[in-house]
Structures are given as structure tokens and as C-alpha cells.
């Protein structure tokens, strides 16, 4: 099992910038698939990001497509989520995901571990 904790969320303006980070810890962080899922107020938790092992291979959401970027760095056991052009819509609590595989994913149920989340509000 691998701990995560989530950092960065926050209050900001449409179309604002906001950077996330997510800190591992208890296992080799390079043998993780990442991802970032978001869970808004009524809402089923929904893919956001995920990215490789080791940074080859990057997937996105439609709706965050190339204004959200997902990025790791192993020798920190660390994965971000630098978020630009936000708006309203993106607001829910953000939750980065360990998967034990070598293989992305876009399904929730496809991550082993979780971290406890960061709130997002966006305001318009």
C-alpha cells in the first residue's frame, strides 16, 4: 500500500492557474501508475489525469485537455497537476490515485490507493 497526501487546492478566480501536488510514501513510488480524479458536490468522482511509471505516457479527461497538464518527478515520490485556465466547472475535491499496474487508467476502480483529497473552488 502506498500513502498519499494531497496539496495546493484552494479559492481562486476563473481563469486562474493552481498547481497541485501529491506526496507518496511506503512503497517504490516508480512502480505506481498515477492519476487524478475530481469528485464535485453531488457527483460521481470522475477521471481527470493519469500519467506512466515513468512519464512516457500521459492521458486527459476531453474536459481538461490541454489546460490541465499531469507531470511526476520519482526522485521526489511526488505527482502534480498544474491546472490553467480554470473555471467554475472544475471545482470538486481532487484526489491523486496509485494504480499497481503498467497500464493507465480512466476508471476509478482500477486504483489500489487514494489520498484523502484538496478542495478546488473556482469562482466566476
Known amino acids: 500500500q502506498v500513502q498519499l497526501v494531497e496539496s495546493g487546492g484552494g479559492l481562486v478566480q476563473a481563469g486562474d492557474s493552481l498547481s497541485l501536488s501529491c506526496a507518496a510514501s511506503g512503497r517504490t513510488f516508480s512502480n505506481y501508475v498515477m492519476g487524478w480524479f475530481r469528485q464535485a458536490p453531488g457527483k460521481e468522482r470522475e477521471f481527470v489525469a493519469a500519467?506512466?511509471?515513468?512519464?512516457?505516457?500521459?492521458n486527459y479527461a476531453d474536459s481538461v485537455k490541454d489546460r490541465f497538464t499531469i507531470s511526476r518527478d520519482n526522485a521526489k515520490s511526488t505527482v502534480y497537476l498544474q491546472m490553467n485556465s480554470l473555471n467554475p466547472e472544475d471545482t470538486a475535491v481532487y484526489y491523486c490515485?496509485?494504480?499497481?499496474?503498467?497500464?493507465?487508467?480512466?476508471?476509478?476502480?482500477?486504483?489500489?490507493?487514494w489520498g484523502q483529497g484538496t478542495q478546488v473552488t473556482v469562482s466566476s
Open positions: 490515485a496509485a494504480r499497481s499496474r503498467d497500464v493507465t487508467s480512466t476508471l476509478v476502480s482500477a486504483y489500489d490507493d
Open positions: 500519467i506512466s511509471r515513468f512519464g512516457g505516457g500521459r
